[in-house]
């Protein structure tokens, strides 16, 4: 890990600042018990990772439609009701973005979102716009953990890896973010997250 100080902070977004819960979406269209359904019986993560990293959903759910009819009303209630699934800020992790951002820390997003669904988060969240930029894996055509994503956001930022903190709710994306030369966090609550920045220097 590097040595560098702290100057700046990359953030992701699901599960960090904003609530993401997929399951809400299918069931806002199909109903609680089919949404149960399709999770416990279908590989989500993968599907939806492949248009994180650029695939167009239209090609998506053809693949549904052709390989795994059973989950295509599914697939197309979660993209139809993707809005659904942002259930509201975390606001105590919000609040350290407003803290930071009065101090002038530089801050960029750095997510797995879907190109065609990510203008619903800065329509939504006000806060994202304390951020410098946000790289968001389907327009880049990258997705965590590739290391090139985390090189991106660093440009972005206008900080070299080493000088910059990366805070994420999965081990693996941390971890690849170490492996650039970022210090890395894994998220496990705004409170101890606090303290963790507040170890490395910065100001909240």
């Not at 991106?152 to 930022?157: K, S, W």
């Not at 903190?165 to 705004?190: L, P, Q, S």
Request: hydrophobic share 45%; aromatic share 8%.
């Amino acid at each position: 890990m590097t040595s560098d100080a702290v100057t700046g902070v990359v953030w992701d977004l699901g599960n960090v600042l904003i609530d993401w819960d997929p399951r809400a979406a299918v069931a806002a269209g199909m109903g609680d018990v089919e949404a149960d359904r399709f999770f416990d019986g279908f590989d989500f993560a993968a599907w939806n990772q492949s248009c994180d990293a650029g695939r167009p959903w239209s090609e998506a759910l053809a693949e549904l439609d052709h390989t795994r009819s059973e989950w295509l009303e599914h697939g197309r209630a979660y993209h139809r009701h993707f809005a659904a699934s942002l259930t509201g800020e975390l606001s105590d992790t919000v609040a350290l973005v407003h803290e930071l951002h009065a101090a002038g820390v530089p801050q960029v997003g750095l997510t797995n979102w879907s190109a065609e669904l990510w203008p619903h988060a800065p329509a939504r969240f006000e806060f994202l716009g304390l951020l410098e930029d946000v790289v968001v894996s389907g327009v880049v055509g990258l997705a965590k953990p590739d290391p090139a994503i985390y090189r991106l956001a660093a440009e972005r930022c206008g900080l070299p890896p080493g000088s910059l903190v990366f805070v994420d709710d999965k081990a693996a994306n941390v971890a690849a973010a170490e492996g650039v030369g970022m210090h890395g966090r894994v998220f496990a609550g705004a409170d101890r997250l606090r303290t963790e920045l507040q170890a490395l220097g910065l100001p909240v």
